[in-house]
């Protein structure tokens, strides 16, 4: 068959791209072993009909779950057929996209156990878990409680005549909801619950809790158990988000796991040596949520980016036109400048989250390998930080989904693009897993506690936070200047770090300064919450600060390794220095008022801001096609329409309406009954 | 039975409203009658079965489209029954909250006829559309074009032999695509189609198009009609937006519309007297826009309103904390700094929204009553104001909706705070009705207009553009401060407006100076895309300005209003202008940069600017509740469990759970074909 145009353009637009795509791939998947297993994984799950996604768009609630089920169970046993790991099931469950109440088990239900039970408990419950021969879940939020913790309503009472814990939804209020994978298909859960014994509240701990019998799946006599219904958009809309209500129901004394905090036969609670340890598994939660961040938002990128080559509209003759094509066609929307400023920056974000995602997660290796041997020294700031990006970048990641799918124009509200099933998957990362905004008072807080140690101790400043050290001078504000007097001074990653630092300190120091007021004068007397509106800036420009320094490093030591699989050839070096130089400036532009409103930028720094901004956008028009292209995500995993790796949109949508079910009658269900009473309430009418 | 412990928060935040509710409602629908007749109206949807949402959350597209069939039906019936005018039409398929297949037919189908039809054609299809003996849709969009329709390709081509045209797809894209009725519900459509006269093109025309026989409501031969599928987050669900490929498809050619445009039985084509005539029709569909943007918005702050007001978390001591009913209690949500400062601007923006609808369907009036003597003046200030402030309010609507949405953490991403439902059905008017980005195109090339006339004819200056003549003098810029030295004269809206007109003139000139010499500099010779974000940026601080403007305005006018019913007492007049302080100062804040960038505010300015927008928002906290009760939004509309007006959030959100389909099983769906097969992989497990 002869191609059509939108084949031919993108085809057209490919032969562009200066730089070698697979070694891009290779960079942005740190290694090709790890290209060649992401592609493995999406091989497995690609070539099951169950995991098929065709009739997704017309599934029911009801349908859905089921369907969600059997893809739990399909990926149980891929797991186990071919021995993959945990990080392997986490890349399947990213390429079959959608929320499994299966994710949970691998997710939490295990993790949980095998960092909180002891020795004897991981023997016990881990080999069945590993086996699927109980499926977990894991119940910490209730209908009245989510933050809180300490707040929480379920209480197991310890009942010493049995050697029992006593698991009790105290009121209305204490049910677990939200609990994916409770409603239908876990036999297991564990239970966050407020430990108490001989009338004494010892707060929330963790207890294995059998939901559903391992003979017929009916839950147990005592647990009132369900889905709770829909969500937002349709997300999450094959996982069932459970809810249960616990009527005095008995689970045996071994049953709370006992690694840190204890309690023995007689009653006796031990507390545990560190009120921290259990805050690796926060960190990992969220590191892994700044990593997937990256693969989702560039599969946004990637449809908006296809499909904006292939759409033409107007024949703009002055703009670049592709005319090597054919004059008189129209012109590619993507040639327009306010869609390149749009959709550009964005491209570079998604490459930036690539960055981080990587840092991140060796970080949070760093910090376990350091635990493990009783050393928390970089708890803090890994804590911090992982807070403070989980909170930023989710937040960029959502809404420039939802701005992807805007940048489509009409189209762009069909569900076939694909992208607001996305959108509607990533969205509750903002509340999920700590708030996006409550979250910000974690960084907040850490570099108050870095001001104090930089007046006292310099040296014992953290790595990241090094930066308030030079504004220890009170008067560095407001009188330091950035020092860019040409407009190729914005391409120095040592101006934009110099920028980022600048402003975070003085957010920082800001927020010190209002902190120590507000505790000190009476008549205006202010607690922690009257400065969360700072703690969010603050903690947002930190964020910003440390993408930037880690796409910025990440780029270096691409160019400087020594092994050449992973060494990133010239101009791929050039084209990724520029995304790094339009992710930092176009940062910077969107926050404009933190970098000029004290005069570090003056007006005239302000223009030539924007205008590098715009030079650095036109400059990779070439580029972004091969781009969004290293990102390697196949045409199974975007499920999109108008964003497939051949370009053909207008086809696709043409041929996913054709299965559109209502067409399969000629005349509609409910003729009959309602339009065709109406049409001849007045009588017959002959036209 | 008690009343738990939401409804009573709810109860006793609305005895602290220091004014008087019913009489703030009069204010915003301007007067007691329309509060009556929404009301009247409310209770006629509310009231009949068919419009019951109960099980909206679990509907798949296909029995979406066929309940928005037995709706469509049964609003045609209840309009003829009670002899309802387009207005309350409109109002009926707002309180039902879908958009429904037949809202095109009142909406788009017959205005089209009456403007553009001859007296005679306008006597041959209203008489019947009005009994709904046809049904119709209009069919512009394509697949290949939407924005473009210069660019249709359909044709209509004169058939001199038979007197007749024949409707043609040429292409593959030249599908009618998105056509809301077109799949399912409609008879005839209006179809917009290139006029071709002996192989010349006459550009696109109106035709009426019978679609289906008024026999059996099967498609004709030669069109090949269906549904486009579903849209994204489930929005338009009850909607089929149909497409058609019409293959020469043969219609009568009195079927042309031809009150400007004529052609003749011998094919002698007669152009039209003025080519703007039809902008009207334009101007009012934005303006029907920014009007529902208000309604629809007001919901979202209403429901946020409400369930923070219930929901508590934490126990801030120091916090203000109602203690007037509990001090065990946890703190509201609502009375979180972060909170208020999020929430209560997007209250001041949707009393905002209310008053500039207002303002601009008067505004529309006045045009069309001057259009029809013939006089055009105001036509293209009203169509600039119309594109600038639809492309402002309905990004600010949705982007605020899914805010409110987020405000509300863990619960917000259930279906069942309506608010997903809701940002569904408003995103789709961020692209349609003209882009919301292509749109501000319009504003700015009209103030490079006005930017013309003033500097030769003044006084000419059309009233909104005024601000453009205190920049004559180009020394203006960078030279002229914000006149503020003391925080209360931030509450001076004379400073307030001066601001907003300084930023207007100032991006508006740039741009101006930016295309003159992009014209004249041939080494670097711009087009006017490459002025677009720079139009964006000029549409939407005029666009602000005009809000701004517009509600300062309308509490004046309420305030001095000579009639009783519409007079404000204070203290409601207190408190309205606080939320119009509110709103002027945290759009400003919003949009910081473009303020301070040239040095209008200064450093110090823009700290009080931040510390009078945190004033006002905590001023506000005894009224929120009240204000968003004035909206008047019943539950039947609000759909929301986490919104309802008694407050009871938990109850209703373990209620719609019961409900949930899936919870009629004790267990699910797939365990026997799925998950035992799993749990017994190896063998029985006892334990």
């Not at 859905?64 to 089920?69: Q, T």
């Not at 003759?317 to 005319?323: I, L, V």
């Not at 559109?660 to 109406?678: A, T």
Request: some cysteine; proline content about 4%; charged content about 20%.
């Amino acid at each position: 068959m002869a191609q059509t145009q939108n084949q031919k353009d993108l085809a057209h637009a490919r032969t562009k791209t200066s730089f070698d795509v697979s070694n891009m791939t290779r960079y942005l998947y740190a290694g090709p072993e790890n290209v060649e297993q992401r592609r493995y994984i999406i091989d497995l799950i690609a070539r099951e009909p169950i995991f098929n996604k065709d009739d997704w768009a017309w599934l029911n609630h009801t349908d859905a779950v089921k369907r969600g089920i059997a893809m739990s169970a399909r990926l149980a046993e891929i797991k186990m057929e071919h021995e993959l790991n945990d990080l392997d099931f986490a890349t399947m469950c990213e390429i079959i996209d959608d929320t499994l109440p299966i994710l949970l088990h691998n997710g939490a239900f295990i993790p949980v156990i095998n960092s909180q039970g002891t020795d004897e408990q991981i023997e016990k419950w881990i080999p069945l878990a590993e086996k699927f021969q109980i499926i977990g879940c894991y119940a910490q939020t209730e209908l009245g409680h989510g933050s809180n913790l300490s707040q929480l309503e379920t209480t197991a009472t310890f009942i010493p005549d049995t050697d029992e814990w006593e698991i009790n939804s105290t009121s209305f209020t204490a049910a677990k909801w939200w609990i994916g994978g409770l409603g239908a298909l876990c036999t297991h859960a564990v239970v966050q619950a407020r430990l108490s014994i001989n009338g004494k509240d010892y707060g929330a701990h963790v207890f294995v809790v059998p939901i559903r019998s391992l003979e017929d799946h009916k839950p147990f006599p005592g647990i009132e158990v369900g889905d709770i219904g829909p969500k937002a958009y349709g997300g999450f809309n094959k996982m069932e988000n459970g809810f249960a209500r616990f009527h005095k129901y008995r689970i045996p004394r071994d049953n709370m796991l006992m690694r840190f905090s204890k309690v023995s036969r007689d009653g006796v609670y031990i507390k545990p040596p560190h009120a921290k340890l259990s805050y690796g598994s926060m960190v990992l939660l969220r590191s892994v949520l700044i990593r997937q961040m990256g693969q989702y938002f560039s599969r946004a990128t990637t449809v908006a980016t296809r499909y904006l080559t292939v759409r033409r509209q107007f024949n703009n003759p002055t703009q670049r036109n592709d005319s090597d094509l054919n004059p008189d066609l129209e012109t590619q929307v993507i040639n327009y400048p306010m869609v390149q400023n749009r959709l550009f920056p964005m491209i570079a974000q998604s490459y930036a989250l690539f960055a981080a995602g990587q840092v991140m997660m060796e970080m949070y290796i760093g910090l376990m390998t350091g635990l493990s041997s009783g050393d928390i020294a970089a708890l803090a700031e890994v804590h911090a930080t992982s807070s403070a990006l989980k909170s930023y970048c989710t937040t960029i990641g959502a809404a420039g989904t939802e701005e992807c799918r805007k940048l489509m124009g009409g189209h762009g509200y069909s569900y076939f693009t694909g992208l607001s099933h996305l959108f509607a998957s990533i969205v509750p990362s903002n509340t999920y897993e700590g708030d996006n905004y409550v979250l910000t008072q974690q960084m907040a807080r850490y570099l108050l506690k870095e001001i104090k140690i930089a007046k006292v101790e310099p040296e014992k400043v953290t790595p990241y936070s090094k930066y308030l050290l030079q504004a220890l001078d009170k008067n560095a504000f407001g009188r330091t200047h950035c020092s860019v007097t040409r407009p190729e001074d914005w391409l120095n990653p040592k101006v934009q770090l110099a920028a980022f630092e600048y402003r975070s300190a003085r957010l920082a120091f800001e927020l010190h300064d209002a902190v120590e007021q507000g505790g000190q004068d009476p008549a205006h007397l202010k607690t922690w919450s009257d400065h969360n509106i700072e703690c969010y800036r603050v903690s947002h420009a930190h964020a910003q600060y440390v993408m930037v320094r880690w796409f910025i490093q990440s780029i270096e030591e691409a160019q400087n390794s020594e092994e050449e699989e992973r060494r990133l050839q010239s101009p791929g070096v050039k084209v990724l220095e520029s995304l790094s130089h339009l992710h930092a400036l176009h940062t910077m532009q969107t926050n404009l008022a933190d970098f000029c409103e004290d005069g570090y930028l003056s007006p005239s720094q302000c223009q030539s801001l924007r205008a590098q901004v715009k030079a650095l956008v036109a400059s990779l028009a070439d580029e972004v096609v091969g781009l969004v292209d290293a990102f390697d995500h196949p045409d199974f995993l975007l499920n999109s329409a108008l964003g497939a790796y051949d370009g053909n949109a207008y086809q696709r949508l043409w041929d996913k309406a054709q299965s559109e079910p209502l067409n399969r009658k000629e005349v509609c269900d409910g003729y009959e009954e309602y339009i065709r009473p109406l049409l001849k309430k007045h009588g017959e009418l002959k036209l």
